[in-house]
Protein backbone atom coordinates (compact mmCIF):
# COMPACT_ATOMS: atom_id res chain seq x y z
CA UNK A 1 0.00 0.00 0.00
CA UNK A 2 2.68 2.60 1.20
CA UNK A 3 5.86 2.09 -1.27
CA UNK A 4 8.38 4.42 1.17
CA UNK A 5 8.94 1.20 3.61
CA UNK A 6 10.37 -1.00 0.78
CA UNK A 7 12.43 1.54 -0.78
CA UNK A 8 14.05 1.10 2.89
CA UNK A 9 13.47 -1.90 3.64
CA UNK A 10 16.29 -3.01 6.54
CA UNK A 11 17.99 -6.40 5.00
CA UNK A 12 18.17 -8.77 7.78
CA UNK A 13 16.85 -9.28 11.06
CA UNK A 14 19.62 -9.48 14.10
CA UNK A 15 19.72 -12.47 16.14
CA UNK A 16 18.66 -10.49 18.67
CA UNK A 17 15.75 -9.68 16.98
CA UNK A 18 15.01 -13.18 15.85
CA UNK A 19 14.57 -14.59 19.45
CA UNK A 20 12.52 -11.60 20.36
CA UNK A 21 9.72 -11.64 17.52
CA UNK A 22 9.86 -15.70 16.50
CA UNK A 23 6.21 -16.20 17.52
CA UNK A 24 5.14 -13.46 15.34
CA UNK A 25 7.55 -14.55 12.77
CA UNK A 26 5.75 -18.23 12.86
CA UNK A 27 2.65 -16.95 12.00
CA UNK A 28 1.05 -17.62 8.42
CA UNK A 29 0.83 -15.04 6.58
CA UNK A 30 3.46 -12.84 8.84
CA UNK A 31 7.08 -13.82 7.31
CA UNK A 32 10.28 -12.54 7.65
CA UNK A 33 9.87 -9.69 5.03
CA UNK A 34 6.95 -8.65 6.92
CA UNK A 35 8.67 -8.11 9.94
CA UNK A 36 11.44 -6.77 8.22
CA UNK A 37 8.85 -4.11 6.60
CA UNK A 38 7.60 -3.38 10.17
CA UNK A 39 11.84 -3.03 11.28
CA UNK A 40 12.00 0.12 8.36
CA UNK A 41 8.93 1.47 9.09
CA UNK A 42 8.06 5.20 10.39
CA UNK A 43 5.43 6.05 12.62
CA UNK A 44 3.97 9.51 13.82
CA UNK A 45 1.40 9.21 16.42
CA UNK A 46 -0.29 12.40 17.75
CA UNK A 47 -1.39 12.38 21.21
CA UNK A 48 0.30 9.82 23.87
CA UNK A 49 -2.58 9.29 25.79
CA UNK A 50 -5.69 6.69 26.41
CA UNK A 51 -5.28 5.58 22.66
CA UNK A 52 -1.25 6.11 22.39
CA UNK A 53 -0.20 4.34 24.88
CA UNK A 54 -2.01 0.81 23.98
CA UNK A 55 -1.04 1.17 20.71
CA UNK A 56 2.25 2.47 20.29
CA UNK A 57 3.30 -0.54 23.05
CA UNK A 58 2.03 -3.13 20.78
CA UNK A 59 3.73 -1.72 17.82
CA UNK A 60 6.95 -1.17 19.57
CA UNK A 61 6.70 -4.92 20.94
CA UNK A 62 5.97 -6.34 17.50
CA UNK A 63 9.00 -4.55 16.44
CA UNK A 64 7.93 -1.38 15.02
CA UNK A 65 11.56 0.42 13.90
CA UNK A 66 10.75 3.89 14.92
CA UNK A 67 8.36 5.63 16.53
CA UNK A 68 7.85 9.48 17.34
CA UNK A 69 5.04 10.62 19.63
CA UNK A 70 3.93 14.13 19.66
CA UNK A 71 1.96 15.52 22.80
CA UNK A 72 1.86 19.19 24.90
CA UNK A 73 -0.14 17.39 27.98
CA UNK A 74 1.58 16.41 31.32
CA UNK A 75 0.49 12.96 33.03
CA UNK A 76 -2.47 13.74 35.60
CA UNK A 77 -3.80 11.24 38.01
CA UNK A 78 -6.67 11.08 36.12
CA UNK A 79 -5.13 9.37 33.15
CA UNK A 80 -3.50 6.72 35.80
CA UNK A 81 -6.82 4.42 34.88
CA UNK A 82 -6.22 4.24 31.63
CA UNK A 83 -2.77 5.71 30.25
CA UNK A 84 -0.60 2.49 30.58
CA UNK A 85 2.49 3.44 29.98
CA UNK A 86 2.30 5.88 33.09
CA UNK A 87 3.36 5.30 37.27
CA UNK A 88 2.06 7.67 40.16
CA UNK A 89 5.36 8.85 40.16
CA UNK A 90 5.46 10.38 36.33
CA UNK A 91 2.67 12.38 37.41
CA UNK A 92 3.75 16.13 36.46
CA UNK A 93 6.45 14.92 33.49
CA UNK A 94 5.29 15.11 30.02
CA UNK A 95 3.42 12.45 28.41
CA UNK A 96 5.40 12.32 25.06
CA UNK A 97 9.12 12.14 26.58
CA UNK A 98 7.36 9.77 29.47
CA UNK A 99 6.14 7.55 26.67
CA UNK A 100 9.16 7.38 24.72
CA UNK A 101 11.58 6.64 27.25
CA UNK A 102 9.34 3.40 28.97
CA UNK A 103 8.46 2.62 24.72
CA UNK A 104 12.48 2.27 24.87
CA UNK A 105 12.47 0.14 27.94
CA UNK A 106 10.15 -2.11 26.76
CA UNK A 107 11.92 -2.67 23.27
CA UNK A 108 15.73 -1.45 23.39
CA UNK A 109 16.08 -2.50 19.73
CA UNK A 110 13.58 0.33 18.54
CA UNK A 111 14.07 3.63 18.29
CA UNK A 112 11.50 5.89 20.10
CA UNK A 113 11.16 9.94 21.15
CA UNK A 114 8.55 11.84 21.87
CA UNK A 115 8.00 15.83 21.32
CA UNK A 116 6.15 18.17 23.73
CA UNK A 117 4.35 20.37 21.12
CA UNK A 118 0.77 20.37 19.67
CA UNK A 119 0.66 19.42 16.36
CA UNK A 120 -0.45 22.51 13.58
CA UNK A 121 -0.55 23.14 9.86
CA UNK A 122 2.24 25.80 10.69
CA UNK A 123 4.73 22.82 12.20
CA UNK A 124 3.66 20.19 10.46
CA UNK A 125 6.65 20.27 7.75
CA UNK A 126 8.80 20.44 11.55
CA UNK A 127 7.34 18.23 13.75
CA UNK A 128 6.82 15.36 10.82
CA UNK A 129 10.27 15.65 9.72
CA UNK A 130 9.33 16.01 6.44
CA UNK A 131 12.72 16.89 4.83
CA UNK A 132 14.37 13.46 6.09
CA UNK A 133 11.61 11.94 4.26
CA UNK A 134 8.01 11.30 4.86
CA UNK A 135 6.18 9.00 7.73
CA UNK A 136 4.94 5.73 6.74
CA UNK A 137 2.25 6.06 8.71
CA UNK A 138 0.15 8.92 11.25
CA UNK A 139 -1.79 7.50 14.03
CA UNK A 140 -4.47 10.04 15.30
CA UNK A 141 -4.69 9.09 18.82
CA UNK A 142 -6.22 12.42 20.49
CA UNK A 143 -9.78 13.38 22.21
CA UNK A 144 -11.31 16.14 20.19
CA UNK A 145 -12.96 16.88 16.51
CA UNK A 146 -10.98 20.05 15.88
CA UNK A 147 -7.61 18.18 16.70
CA UNK A 148 -8.59 15.16 14.39
CA UNK A 149 -9.59 17.75 11.65
CA UNK A 150 -6.09 19.12 11.71
CA UNK A 151 -4.41 15.79 11.47
CA UNK A 152 -6.61 14.70 8.37
CA UNK A 153 -5.66 18.45 6.85
CA UNK A 154 -2.14 17.34 7.16
CA UNK A 155 -2.63 13.81 6.07
CA UNK A 156 -3.88 14.85 2.46
CA UNK A 157 -1.47 18.01 2.08
CA UNK A 158 1.47 15.57 2.56
CA UNK A 159 -0.29 12.46 1.02
CA UNK A 160 0.50 10.60 4.36
CA UNK A 161 -1.97 7.18 5.70
CA UNK A 162 -3.72 8.62 8.75
CA UNK A 163 -5.27 5.82 11.42
CA UNK A 164 -7.34 7.69 12.76
CA UNK A 165 -8.83 5.92 16.48
CA UNK A 166 -11.46 7.69 19.01
CA UNK A 167 -13.11 6.40 22.17
CA UNK A 168 -15.53 7.93 24.31
CA UNK A 169 -17.45 6.06 27.22
CA UNK A 170 -17.96 2.25 26.27
CA UNK A 171 -17.66 3.28 22.41
CA UNK A 172 -15.10 3.57 19.69
CA UNK A 173 -14.41 4.27 16.00
CA UNK A 174 -11.21 3.01 13.88
CA UNK A 175 -10.39 4.02 10.06
CA UNK A 176 -7.32 4.21 7.78
CA UNK A 177 -7.23 7.00 5.57
CA UNK A 178 -5.10 6.99 1.75
CA UNK A 179 -4.99 9.62 0.60
CA UNK A 180 -2.39 8.74 -1.92
CA UNK A 181 -4.82 6.59 -3.53
CA UNK A 182 -7.78 9.47 -3.40
CA UNK A 183 -10.10 7.38 -1.40
CA UNK A 184 -11.88 9.78 1.08
CA UNK A 185 -10.41 11.17 4.05
CA UNK A 186 -11.45 11.68 8.02
CA UNK A 187 -13.85 14.67 6.30
CA UNK A 188 -15.18 12.70 4.35
CA UNK A 189 -16.97 10.89 6.47
CA UNK A 190 -17.57 13.43 9.21
CA UNK A 191 -17.06 16.28 7.83
CA UNK A 192 -20.51 18.68 6.31
CA UNK A 193 -20.65 20.24 3.37
CA UNK A 194 -22.41 23.53 4.84
CA UNK A 195 -19.71 23.63 8.62
CA UNK A 196 -16.76 24.51 9.10
CA UNK A 197 -15.56 21.91 10.90
CA UNK A 198 -17.73 19.16 13.03
CA UNK A 199 -18.37 20.61 16.17
CA UNK A 200 -19.19 17.63 18.80
CA UNK A 201 -17.21 18.92 21.75
CA UNK A 202 -17.20 15.32 23.90
CA UNK A 203 -13.52 14.49 25.09
CA UNK A 204 -12.80 11.64 27.84
CA UNK A 205 -12.43 14.57 30.31
CA UNK A 206 -16.05 16.04 30.32
CA UNK A 207 -17.86 12.67 29.43
CA UNK A 208 -15.22 9.79 30.70
CA UNK A 209 -14.47 6.67 29.15
CA UNK A 210 -13.87 3.10 30.05
CA UNK A 211 -10.13 2.10 30.90
CA UNK A 212 -11.08 -0.77 28.72
CA UNK A 213 -12.44 1.47 26.07
CA UNK A 214 -9.06 2.96 25.57
CA UNK A 215 -7.16 -0.08 25.85
CA UNK A 216 -9.54 -1.98 23.03
CA UNK A 217 -9.63 0.43 20.71
CA UNK A 218 -6.00 0.82 20.86
CA UNK A 219 -5.34 -2.65 20.20
CA UNK A 220 -7.81 -2.45 17.16
CA UNK A 221 -5.14 0.31 15.86
CA UNK A 222 -2.33 -1.34 16.26
CA UNK A 223 -3.54 -4.52 14.83
CA UNK A 224 -4.43 -2.25 11.63
CA UNK A 225 -1.29 -0.48 11.80
CA UNK A 226 0.75 -4.00 11.99
CA UNK A 227 -0.86 -4.84 8.53
CA UNK A 228 -0.75 -1.71 6.71
CA UNK A 229 2.81 -1.56 7.11
CA UNK A 230 4.41 -5.08 7.58
CA UNK A 231 1.98 -6.88 4.96
CA UNK A 232 0.62 -4.18 3.18
CA UNK A 233 -2.84 -4.14 3.13
CA UNK A 234 -5.49 -1.78 4.16
CA UNK A 235 -7.43 -3.86 6.61
CA UNK A 236 -10.18 -0.94 6.47
CA UNK A 237 -10.51 0.58 2.94
CA UNK A 238 -12.99 2.38 2.86
CA UNK A 239 -14.19 1.15 5.70
CA UNK A 240 -15.59 2.44 9.51
CA UNK A 241 -15.57 0.23 12.35
CA UNK A 242 -17.12 0.88 15.29
CA UNK A 243 -17.02 -0.88 18.31
CA UNK A 244 -19.86 -0.64 21.33
CA UNK A 245 -18.47 -2.04 24.60
CA UNK A 246 -21.46 -1.94 26.23
CA UNK A 247 -23.49 -4.60 23.58
CA UNK A 248 -20.16 -5.88 23.14
CA UNK A 249 -20.68 -5.64 19.30
CA UNK A 250 -18.53 -4.16 16.53
CA UNK A 251 -19.35 -3.58 13.33
CA UNK A 252 -18.05 -2.02 10.29
CA UNK A 253 -19.99 0.36 7.81
CA UNK A 254 -18.41 1.33 4.43
CA UNK A 255 -18.25 4.41 2.93
CA UNK A 256 -17.57 6.75 -0.38
CA UNK A 257 -15.11 9.52 -1.26
CA UNK A 258 -16.68 13.12 -0.61
CA UNK A 259 -16.10 14.27 -4.40
CA UNK A 260 -17.57 17.64 -3.09
CA UNK A 261 -15.02 17.54 -0.14
CA UNK A 262 -13.38 20.73 0.90
CA UNK A 263 -10.45 19.10 1.99
CA UNK A 264 -9.41 16.36 -0.60
CA UNK A 265 -11.56 16.52 -3.37
CA UNK A 266 -8.91 18.83 -5.32
CA UNK A 267 -6.27 16.54 -4.25
Known amino acids: ?43 VIIGAG ?14 LGQVHLIDDDVIEASNLQRQTLFL ?78 SAIAMQGQLALFEPHLNSGCYYCVFGEHDSEAVTDERTCANSGVLASTTAIMGSLQANAALQYLGLNRNPLANKLLLWDGKLMQ ?18
Open 50 to 63: GLGCPSSETLVRAG
Open 88 to 165: PTDIGQPKALTAAAMLKEINPLIEARGTVARLSEDNADELLDITSGKPDLLLDCTDNFATRDIINRISVRYQIPLLSA
Open 250 to 267: QRVMGYRPDKLCPVCSNH
Open 1 to 43: MHPNIDTHLSKELTDEELLRYARQVLLDGWDIDAQLRLKSARV
